[in-house]
T-cell receptor, first 113, second 109 residues
Framework: DSGVTQTPKHLITATGQRVTLRCSPRSGDLSVYWYQQSLDQGLQFLIQYYNGEERAKGNILERFSAQQFPDLHSELNLSSLELGDSALYFC????????????FGEGSWLTVV | QKEVEQDPGPLSVPEGAIVSLNCTYSNSAFQYFMWYRQYSRKGPELLMYTYSSGNKEDGRFTAQVDKSSKYISLFIRDSQPSDSATYLCALYGNNRLAFGKGNQVVVIP
């Protein structure tokens, strides 16, 4: 158990809908990262937050947004869903510096039908 | 050219063999190098990390980094069926972690 908690574990929704994925980082970790993993693309970095502030942005679509709340949990919002958004979405967390290593949650499986 | 290149081809080896995996990268901003192991689409777990060129050993695992060639490797000695998983290289720099596509390794008893 990495200590990073993600909910829901599985989610099936229709095209055009909106979903929210939730992540609780390890206790004390200030950084939260979101990744998308699909069969053909591998792990793709979406976005990172550090102590509530956006720190780095990767290949995140405009239909997607994220935030980190004062209690450090984070949410990834996916809207106007398309079939191609079906993937495993991982949250990861780390401490103040990278040396504290990055720990992944078990992921949220999203299926868009 | 992608930032991190890892030939995603599957790899099958007999039990006890040495597994050799590698990645290349193009961006010198990457300063820290890691290998993650991922079972059956579970969350990746950190195997090894290093920030300097050279070798680092941890049990049956050896990570090798050559910053001048922008080339990293992972060797698994005396491979076991429990090593069957997907192995992803990861590079950290500029506040983000970039992954290779991963190699699926199957160790055949």
């Amino acid at each position: 158990d990495s200590g990073v908690t993600q909910t829901p574990k599985h989610l099936i929704t229709a095209t055009g809908q909106r979903v929210t994925l939730r992540c609780s980082p390890r206790s004390g970790d200030l950084s939260v990262y979101w990744y998308q993993q699909s069969l053909d693309q591998g792990l793709q970095f979406l976005i990172q937050y550090y102590n509530g502030e956006e720190r780095a942005k990767g290949n995140i679509l405009e239909r997607f947004s994220a935030q980190q709340f004062p209690d450090l949990h984070s949410e990834l919002n996916l809207s106007s869903l398309e079939l191609g958004d079906s993937a495993l979405y991982f949250c990861a967390s780390s401490g103040q510096g990278w040396e504290n290593t990055i720990y992944f949650g078990e992921g949220s499986w999203l299926t868009v039908v | 050219q992608k930032e991190v290149e890892q030939d995603p081809g599957p790899l099958s080896v007999p039990e006890g063999a040495i597994v050799s995996l590698n990645c290349t990268y193009s961006n010198s901003a990457f300063q820290y190098f890691m290998w993650y192991r991922q079972y059956s689409r579970k969350g990746p777990e950190l195997l090894m990390y290093t920030y300097s060129s050279g070798n680092k050993e941890d049990g049956r695992f050896t990570a090798q980094v050559d910053k001048s060639s922008k080339y990293i490797s992972l060797f698994i000695r005396d491979s076991q069926p429990s090593d069957s998983a997907t192995y992803l290289c990861a590079l950290y720099g500029n506040n983000r972690l970039a992954f290779g596509k991963g190699n699926q390794v199957v160790v055949i008893p």
